[in-house]
């Protein structure tokens, strides 16, 4: 799989994460970003195993950042996503075979097929801060059309603060959909709904939402926590 993260400004901070996208196998970026990781596997002296590579594209072309010998992480939650967009098999599936069941791994496509289904993981973006009494925005995600799961910790009584980077998203969202067009109208509801502040409603609403300079201490502290959990392993496996 090649993925996309979506990073834009918001609230005063360029490194903002909203969400995580699938790459198209027949897309032009796919086929040099296939070649180059290859090559770059080749040229650490990688034969076996899984990887993951984070690479910028740039007017010359790709530029490796990092390259691990694991599975690509993030809790996986991008797992539910992968296999269906493939049909049935994700990058973890493909390692247990290589050891397990070496007939059905040489049995894999050698490049990831044309997908099946349209998704996308969403990060929620908070643009307000406060004390939260209630969810109402959480009950309205869970009944939009490609609507598969949410993560999030914050409930009544939880203290949120403006979006700044990965660990002070509020959450994030798994859809899934056959009609792309379905997908990006609930993608542009959930959008919708982060600007408008309908996500909670607050003990004490902060008037005016534009964030104060003082957020980027208050995000980098060295205390800090992802906002991130789940209780629903079933969803991975």
């Known amino acids: 799989m090649i993925w996309v993260y979506d990073k834009r400004s918001a609230n005063g901070s360029n490194g903002v994460y909203f969400g995580l996208l699938p790459v198209p196998s027949d897309s032009s970026e ?4 296939v070649s ?4 770059s596997l080749d040229a650490l002296g990688v034969k076996n195993g899984p990887s993951n590579a984070e690479v910028i594209m740039t007017p010359d072309g790709p530029v490796l950042l990092e390259l691990s010998l694991r599975c690509h992480g993030d809790d996986g939650a991008w797992i539910p ?3 269906s967009a493939t049909g049935g098999y994700t990058q973890v599936d493909a390692t247990v075979d290589a050891y397990l069941d070496q007939k059905h791994f040489y049995s894999l496509p050698d490049t990831m097929p ?10 929620l973006v908070s643009y307000n801060r406060g004390t939260v ?3 109402p925005g959480f009950d309205t995600i869970k009944q939009l059309p490609s609507f598969v799961y949410l993560e ?3 409930k009544e009584g939880s203290e949120v603060n403006y979006t700044t980077d990965l660990f002070t998203n509020i959450g994030r969202v798994l859809l899934l959909h056959q009609d792309e067009e379905v997908l990006k109208k609930d993608v542009n509801k959930i959008r919708q709904m982060e600007k408008d502040n309908e996500l909670f409603e607050y003990k004490i609403k902060d008037a005016i939402l534009k964030a104060p ?9 060295a205390n800090h926590r992802r906002t991130i959990s789940s209780d629903r392993p079933e969803m991975y496996w």
């Not at 180059?36 to 090559?39: D, G």
């Not at 044309?114 to 990060?123: D, E, L, R, T």
């Open 213 to 221: 300079s003082s957020i980027f201490s208050y995000s980098r502290r």
């Open 114 to 123: 044309k997908f099946k289904c349209s998704g996308q993981i969403i990060a």
């Open 152 to 154: 999030t910790v914050i």
């Open 133 to 135: 009494v209630a969810t």
């Open 30 to 33: 796919a086929g040099m970003l």
């Open 36 to 39: 180059y990781t290859r090559w």
């Open 81 to 83: 996503l992968a296999r």
